[in-house]
T-cell receptor
Framework: KQEVTQIPAALSVPEGENLVLNCSFT??????LQWFRQDPGKGLTSLLL?????REQTSGRLNASLDKSSGRSTLYIAASQPGDSATYLC???????????FGKGTHLIIQP | GAGVSQSPSNKVTEKGKDVELRCDPI?????LYWYRQSLGQGLEFLIY????????KSGLPSDRFSAERTGGSVSTLTIQRTQQEDSAVYLC????????????????FGEGSWLTVV
């Protein structure tokens, strides 16, 4: 069964810093990996989708990389802003009909 | 519609009552998913529909939970004889293709239905 771990669980940094969020998964036979953002009291917003054939994807200040062989993905946020404060979750297909398996997320606070 | 729509957005119910949660996916999306997120916990996968069919219902927490999807569109998640441990936010999501499609596809979530059982 697929398991997803996200490190760190929480992170608080001053505005303007570049930061890296980590995601690891146990079953590397995945077709894709997705990063989401969740604001308090809200649903999830998809940030980036990386297909297994890709090594990275970029959207604005966000860059996500994928290393299937090592079962890892990182989300890089450049020049962080207070509006980036949220919980960031990564998810991979769980196998079979298990849907997506999510990590528990990294709770990010960007201090103004 | 423009996004995944869920109703009700908030529901407070008495223990033992039945509740029905509705999800209206993005038009044309064949795959629909239900997740549950309890306070401080991660997302728990409940069930997945491809069209009107759910290949595996083993993710549902107990036999008090049931889900259906009709016309390849709207889905309802029903919880019978609610218990306090059912209190959570129930999130629905949809995608154009199956979640495990090798083509890869973005999954879109609704805002959730916040259920409180008192």
């Amino acid at each position: 069964k697929q398991e997803v771990t996200q490190i760190p669980a929480a992170l608080s940094v001053p505005e303007g810093e570049n930061l890296v969020l980590n995601c690891s998964f146990t079953d590397s036979a995945i077709y894709n990996l997705q990063w989401f953002r969740q604001d308090p009291g809200k649903g999830l917003t998809s940030l980036l989708l990386i297909q297994s054939s890709q090594r990275e994807q970029t959207s604005g200040r966000l860059n996500a990389s994928l290393d299937k062989s090592s079962g890892r993905s990182t989300l890089y946020i450049a020049a962080s802003q207070p509006g980036d404060s949220a919980t960031y979750l990564c998810a991979v297909p769980g196998g079979g009909a298990d849907g997506l398996t999510f990590g528990k997320g990294t709770h990010l606070i960007i201090q103004p | 519609g423009a996004g995944v729509s869920q109703s009700p957005s908030n529901k407070v119910t008495e223990k033992g009552k039945d509740v029905e949660l509705r999800c209206d996916p993005i038009s044309g999306h064949t795959a629909l998913y239900w997740y549950r997120q309890s306070l401080g916990q991660g997302l728990e996968f409940l069930i997945y529909f491809q069209g009107n069919s759910a290949p595996d219902k083993s993710g549902l927490p107990s036999d008090r939970f049931s889900a259906e999807r009709t016309g390849g569109s709207v889905s309802t998640l029903t919880i019978q004889r609610t218990q306090q441990e059912d209190s959570a936010v129930y999130l629905c999501a949809s995608s154009l293709l199956s979640f495990d499609s090798i083509l890869g596809n973005t999954i879109y979530f609704g805002e959730g239905s916040w259920l409180t059982v008192v």
